[in-house]
């Protein structure tokens, strides 16, 4: 959502037991798991933190944060910490705006001679709501703030 600062938004049902958690915490972690966690990612989703212990289920691992007090998720390769700087109400959903306060990857997941992030690394989960599909990325195609420049010099 923009980046200076960086800020993220997340949407959440209103009855989410998460959305209530970060409501009265106001901060909240982003855990960015790699293709291979889509069965427990779902499970997750179908699942109520209320009624089940997902991280138990799972096998995942709760990992302490540097600056917020929610956990990161240990199996994801890319976490970041957030804090609530505003939430706004559409329906029955609620979009939650945070701020990035720290980001973790896995040293094994950076380029090692750029130090930057290698996404075909990390090979993040994505999920496209409208087909209820999980998929993980490609190639990549081409860079940011250049691979559209001939277009914007014509």
């Not at 958690?21 to 790699?34: D, Q």
């Not at 939430?87 to 979009?95: A, N, Q, S």
């Not at 087909?131 to 990325?137: A, F, G, M, P």
Request: glycine share 8%; aromatic share 10%; with cysteine.
């Amino acid at each position: 959502m923009g980046s200076d600062p960086p800020i993220l938004a997340i949407s959440l049902k209103k009855s989410r037991y998460s959305l209530g958690i970060i409501r009265k915490e106001r901060e909240f972690t982003v855990n960015i798991p790699s293709a291979k966690h889509f069965r427990e990612v779902d499970y997750c989703g179908l699942v109520s933190g209320r009624k089940r212990q997902k991280f138990q289920d799972c096998g995942f691992t709760a990992a302490p944060a540097l600056v917020v007090k929610a956990p990161l998720v240990e199996e994801c390769p890319f976490n970041l910490e957030c804090k609530v700087l505003q939430d706004v109400e559409f329906g029955d959903w609620v979009v939650v705006f945070g701020e990035i306060v720290e980001t973790h990857v896995d040293l094994d997941k950076l380029d090692p001679q750029t130090g930057k992030i290698d996404i075909q690394k990390i090979d993040p989960l994505v999920y496209c709501a409208t087909v209820r599909e999980y998929w993980n990325l490609g190639s990549r195609l081409g860079f940011g703030f250049s691979a559209g420049r001939e277009l914007a010099e014509e």
